[in-house]
């Protein structure tokens, strides 16, 4: 089946620790993002990724870092900077940017600061 | 600032009644609007809407696009327990890699 595949599902950040959440994708899809979500907000973009080896800050990059050297995979850290982290996040992907209306998302992380 | 407001944020009804679920919208260069069902993790795509006054329709929901007043409604009927969800509107803006996400309405459908 394709689809989306996030991990882990629960993580959960100490104080100055770097935290990396997993996306892969089996659709054979160009593009990638990844989105935050808190409650009572709606979907804010931290990063995208057109194509491999390339990726866009989004809204809200800062305290994150991204990579995509394969055209299946784009993690995302979520580095020390960022202050407050606790939230869930969401990877999507689309069959190119110019298309990003059908997005396909992933289940999601919810991550949490101890 | 491009924006998407969504109206009620909560709402909470009993099964088989009728709801109706609101998006507004203040971007510049609209190209589409999309609607998005999120139950648990992962949203599930529902409607996209481009041309206004033409209703879409899926089973018992429907949605439709007015580009005058800028907004946009879901509407679900005879409501279902499994009709409990999220429900996101995001604006496509064009030339733009993003979408930009209202704040979703959270439906409770009580049996």
């Known amino acids: 089946d394709g689809g989306i595949t996030q991990s882990p599902k629960y993580l959960f950040r100490k104080e100055g620790q770097n935290v990396t959440l997993s996306c892969e994708q089996n659709?054979?899809?160009?593009?990638m993002y990844w989105y935050r979500q808190d409650p009572g907000q709606g979907l804010r973009l931290i990063y995208y990724s057109q194509i491999v080896n390339d990726f866009q800050k989004g809204d809200i990059a800062e305290g994150y870092s991204v990579s995509r050297e394969k055209k299946e995979s784009f993690p995302l850290t979520v580095t020390s900077a960022q202050k407050n982290p606790t939230a869930f996040y969401l990877c999507?992907?689309?069959?190119?940017?110019?298309?990003?209306?059908?997005?396909?998302f992933g289940s999601g992380t919810q991550l949490s600061v101890l | 600032e491009d924006k998407v407001v969504q109206s009620p944020l909560s709402l909470v009804v009993h099964e088989g009644d009728t709801v109706t679920l609101n998006c507004s919208y203040e971007v510049t260069n609209f190209r589409s609007l999309l609607w998005y069902k999120q139950e648990k993790k992962a949203p599930t795509f529902l409607f996209m809407l481009t041309s206004s006054g033409i209703e879409k329709k899926s089973g018992r929901l429907s949605s439709i696009l007015d580009k005058k007043e800028l907004s946009s409604i879901l509407n679900i009927t005879a409501t279902q327990t499994g009709d409990s969800a999220i429900y996101l509107c995001a604006a496509v803006i064009q030339g733009a890699q993003k979408l930009v996400f209202g704040q979703g309405t959270r439906l409770t459908i009580n049996p």
């Open positions: 659709l054979n899809h160009d593009a």
């Open positions: 999507a992907s689309s069959i190119m940017v110019a298309t990003n209306e059908k997005l396909f």
